[in-house]
């Protein structure tokens, strides 16, 4: 377990997935946090942890961002680290894809992180602190058929290294974690298909990884333990981007291969 005792922390995309597991992770580390996500009942389950607030809202809305960071600070005290996890896939290539869903795309994974971002800096503790932003190997090279996924996740990869030069001096730490394909509400339909199975058989570990595992390493990134680490896109991925990182092309699925 990482040293997360006493700190304050705020969680986007709390209601599932990674989220919840880092919310679930920093609670059993003795952190306060503020768990963010769309519905009151997808975060009805921290009712029964303690030193867990909760807020429904959607991150692309400034005010939430600012409630956000306000109801941590009114509960708990100076913030010291955000998770901005929330995020959303659409399917479709750059001929089909429509350009609303790129837009929806970009405006949650990448407008509603810069957000946050705005709105955890302004409250953070005057030591510094951590903020850890939810890439994905998908923003770190192309995958076929989720262009407007590959651009969101490859620019707040960017909008992390270019955040940490900008809050060095400050001692506020950022960076990406970048998990390749996890078992969450965002993959289920792949589960038990030919692609899940294709996409599992090109992983060297040989499966999905569990939320548990990428909640782990973000838990590490707001700890002090992580205290000299910053600017960092740091894979969590079974070893895909050992290799190219990639999974079928376009020109492949046309063939016929997966
Ligand atoms: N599961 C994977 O294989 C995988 C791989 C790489 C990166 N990621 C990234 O991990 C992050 C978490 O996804 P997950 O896999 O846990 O999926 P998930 O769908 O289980 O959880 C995402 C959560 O974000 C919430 N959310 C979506 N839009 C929101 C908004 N506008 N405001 C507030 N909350 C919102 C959803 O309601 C949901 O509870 C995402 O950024 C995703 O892109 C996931």
Redesign the pocket.
Known sequence: MSDNQGKVVVV??A?????KATVIRLANESAKVVA???TEA?LEWTQELDSVSSLA????DPQINEQMVELAVDSYGPLDAAVL?????TQGDIVRGSMADYDRVMD??VR?VALGLKSAVAAMAPNGGSIAI?G???GLRGDSGIWAYNVS?GAVINLARAAALDLGHLNIRVNAVC????H????EATQGTEIGDAMEARLPLGRFGQ?EEVAAVISFLTSDDSSFVTGAAIPVDGGITAGTGQWATYSGRKRGYL
């Open positions: 986007t995309g209601g599932s997935g990674i989220g963010v996500d769309l997808s809202g959607d991150i692309t996890n929330a995020g959303i896939l949650v994974n509603g939810t994905s190997v998908s996740k998990p390749g394909p996890i969450t509400g965002l993959t939320p």
